[in-house]
């Protein structure tokens, strides 16, 4: 079993930065593809970006592609979602996700654990 922890929503004005960190609660961690997603009200939950255990193969959505950057430190078992140039359409509640997958993962049923999510509000 993983655990995961989420941090560092909350609410910037369009253009600011915000910088999400999610921990894991095992040392395996490190084996596990770490992926971010997000939920807007009254839609799905989308990918937004993805990266392998050695932090070598990363993947982003289109739509943060250039603007948001994913990390890992696996000896904190932490990984981060850094996020600038934030628009109003990127306010969503954000989650991590491990999978055991060895391979980029862009859909939720590649995940097996899940954090409780933390919300990230842009206004205009």
């Known amino acids: 079993q993983v655990q995961l922890v989420e941090s560092g929503g909350g609410l910037v004005q369009a253009g600011g930065s915000l910088r999400l960190s999610c921990t894991a609660s095992?040392?395996?961690?490190?084996?596990?593809?770490m992926g971010w997603f997000r939920q807007a009200p009254g839609k799905e939950r989308e990918f937004v970006a993805a990266?392998?255990?050695?932090?070598?193969?990363?993947y982003y959505q289109r739509s943060v592609k250039g603007r948001f950057t994913i990390s890992r430190d696996n000896a904190k078992n932490t990984f981060y979602l850094q996020m600038n140039s934030l628009k109003p359409e990127d306010t969503a509640v954000y989650y991590c996700?491990?999978?055991?997958?060895?391979?980029?993962?862009?859909?939720?049923?590649?995940?097996?654990?899940w954090g409780q999510g933390t919300q990230v509000t842009v206004s205009s």
């Open positions: 990266i392998i255990w050695s932090g070598g193969s990363t």
């Open positions: 996700a491990a999978s055991p997958l060895g391979t980029i993962v862009v859909v939720t049923t590649g995940y097996d654990y």
């Open positions: 095992r040392r395996t961690f490190s084996r596990y593809t």
